[in-house]
T-cell receptor, first 114, second 112 residues
Framework: NAGVTQTPKFQVLKTGQSMTLQCAQD?????MYWYRQDPGMGLRLIYY???????DKGEVPNGYNVSRLNKREFSLRLESAAPSQTSVYFC?????????????FGPGTRLLVL | AQSVTQLDSHVSVSEGTPVLLRCNYS??????LFWYVQHPNKGLQLLLK??????LVKGINGFEAEFKKSETSFHLTKPSAHMSDAAEYFC??????????FGSGTRLQVQP
């Protein structure tokens, strides 16, 4: 089991460029999440997908779009990158349950927007 | 709305001495609470979680945390720090929407 995988590991963009961050999990989890991590602010939820075919906004969704491609994959897209989106992005997944369960995190994508 | 406050951004201890990382929560109901650890350039790993069972929760690597409703606290402790414990620690609470809200993190430094 690879767990949660993310690609790329590191990316540099110029302001206005677009890119898609990829996330996949092989644990048969229904719920998947995208967070961003900034110094001194912990992790903040961008979007989440409770199940295949559904997505919901989190705390900081502006400037991002997501796609739940299938049960395994959940991608995050920046249509027009801005320097404020420089951050470390983490994808996570969770077992299908009605109660809060452990979230499993990927290794992260470090994004620098110039 | 649920919120989590980690009271110390940085804690430094000597190897072999106790560790205390403080976390307070704010919630309109009794939440589920989590502690995660992040080693440099790595993702987050669950240390332990509280889900309304026993108030004293034991986790991996000798860590434990006690849920105190009267104090709205969920502090993380370890009797004896090891060099390998040096990392950043995050307290988190469920939001009731299957997502988590995280504290700002506490960086633990362990001195030899």
């Amino acid at each position: 089991n690879a767990g949660v995988t993310q690609t790329p590991k590191f990316q540099v963009l110029k302001t206005g460029q677009s890119m898609t961050l990829q996330c996949a999990q092989d644990m048969n989890h229904n719920s998947m999440y995208w967070y961003r991590q900034d110094p001194g602010m912990g992790l903040r939820l961008i979007y989440y997908s409770a199940s295949e075919g559904t997505t919901d906004k989190g705390e900081v969704p502006n400037g991002y779009n997501v796609s739940r491609l299938n049960k395994r994959e959940f991608s995050l897209r920046l249509e027009s990158a801005a320097p404020s989106q420089t951050s470390v992005y983490f994808c996570a997944s969770q077992v299908p349950s009605g109660v809060p369960e452990t979230q499993y995190f990927g290794p992260g994508t470090r994004l620098l927007v110039l | 709305a649920q919120s989590v406050t980690q009271l110390d951004s940085h804690v430094s201890v000597s190897e072999g001495t106790p560790v205390l990382l403080r976390c307070n929560y704010s919630s309109s109901y009794s939440p589920s609470l989590f502690w995660y650890v992040q080693h440099p350039n790595k993702g987050l790993q669950l240390l332990l979680k509280y889900t309304s069972a026993a108030t004293l929760v034991k986790g991996i690597n000798g860590f434990e945390a006690e849920f105190k409703k009267s104090e709205t606290s969920f502090h993380l402790t370890k009797p004896s720090a090891h060099m390998s414990d040096a990392a950043e620690y995050f307290c988190a609470s469920d939001t009731g929407r299957r997502a988590l809200t995280f504290g700002s993190g506490t960086r633990l430094q362990v001195q030899p």
